[in-house]
């Protein structure tokens, strides 16, 4: 089998079994497939693919996570921004995570009280995002997962509107079910890791600041930004201010494009904020300094 076969062979595993590293029986499982390959190759996708995450699964399970099953783990997330096809005064932003987790059910609220929305954000790590239309004019969400049942492909988590109990039972029993609605997104019944994918487009104007922040404990690999495609994006400064330690920024001020890079755990709240202004502003508010 040639290496273009093989190195076809190991991506499939890296979605759909051997980043199950949780257990070490889904490690043994991939190296049993991997055999077939011969012996010598099995051994070189041992030193440079298999080995790192077994490493790996010592990392995560000694960090002292106290519910690995329910925690997001290697979380990517990627903001980018795009302008609006006919106001000039608004843009799109769209949040983008793909992560991996045990038996994760997405739940949002949508709600347009702001207050309420940054109580359930910060007080139910259950609910995976809050989506205001008054604070964004428009916003849509897109859910899916890679089943592993078919062949990894990636499909879309079918929505079920939740009722006051069923808000009560999975969010918790102080809940408020008064202005705000709630929807879950049921995963693939499958005990091992499944790979999700969540897609977040909100329509903003653009005096308005962004930002992401974790919506619970979760292990983040990288944050990638992309604001290349702001309007008018040459005329503004870009401050980008992580908040999750000690990671730092990297990237360009002239492209618009930085990374922050992990990995590491980050906790409900922490994250990473993008805040502009226009240059000559700026300079302006500099000549006035003292």
């Given amino acids: 089998m040639d290496d273009e076969v093989v190195s076809i062979l190991v991506g499939k595993k890296e979605r759909a079994l051997a980043r199950r590293y949780v257990t070490a029986e889904a490690i043994r499982e991939t190296l049993m497939e991997l055999k077939a390959i011969g012996e010598r190759r099995v051994n070189q996708i041992l030193a440079t693919e298999i080995a790192p995450k077994i490493l790996r699964a010592i990392e995560l399970q000694g960090a002292g996570s106290p519910n690995l099953k329910s925690e997001w783990l290697d979380c990517e997330v990627s903001l980018s921004a795009r302008p609006h096809p006919s106001h000039a005064e608004r843009y799109y932003l769209r949040v983008e995570l793909e992560f991996y987790c045990c ?19 910060a007080k139910y790590p259950t609910i995976t995002e809050v ?37 009560l039972k999975i969010i918790g029993p102080s809940a408020p079910t008064s202005g705000v609605r709630y929807t879950k997104f049921e995963s693939p ?18 005096t308005t600041h962004c930002f992401w922040s974790a919506p619970r404990r979760l292990h983040l690999r990288s944050v990638e930004l992309d604001f290349a495609g702001f309007p008018n994006a040459d005329r503004y400064e870009f401050d980008i201010i992580p908040r999750m330690g000690v990671l730092s920024v990297f990237g360009s001020h002239a492209l618009k494009r930085w990374s922050i890079i992990g990995p590491c755990w980050i906790e409900s709240g922490q994250g990473v904020y993008v805040n502009w202004s226009k240059i000559g502003d700026r300079i302006e508010s500099a000549d006035n300094v003292d």
């Fill in 103 to 121: 038996s994760c059910d997405i739940v949002l609220g949508v709600t347009d009280n702001e207050g309420i929305a940054d109580m359930l954000c």
């Fill in 131 to 167: 989506l205001v239309p008054s604070r964004g004019m428009t916003s849509r969400a897109h859910i899916q997962c890679y089943d592993p049942t078919d062949n990894a492909r990636l499909t879309d988590l079918v929505p079920i509107a939740l009722s006051d109990t069923d808000v």
């Fill in 189 to 206: 019944d499958y005990t091992g890791n499944l790979q999700y994918r969540l897609v977040f487009d909100h329509e903003l104007s653009i």
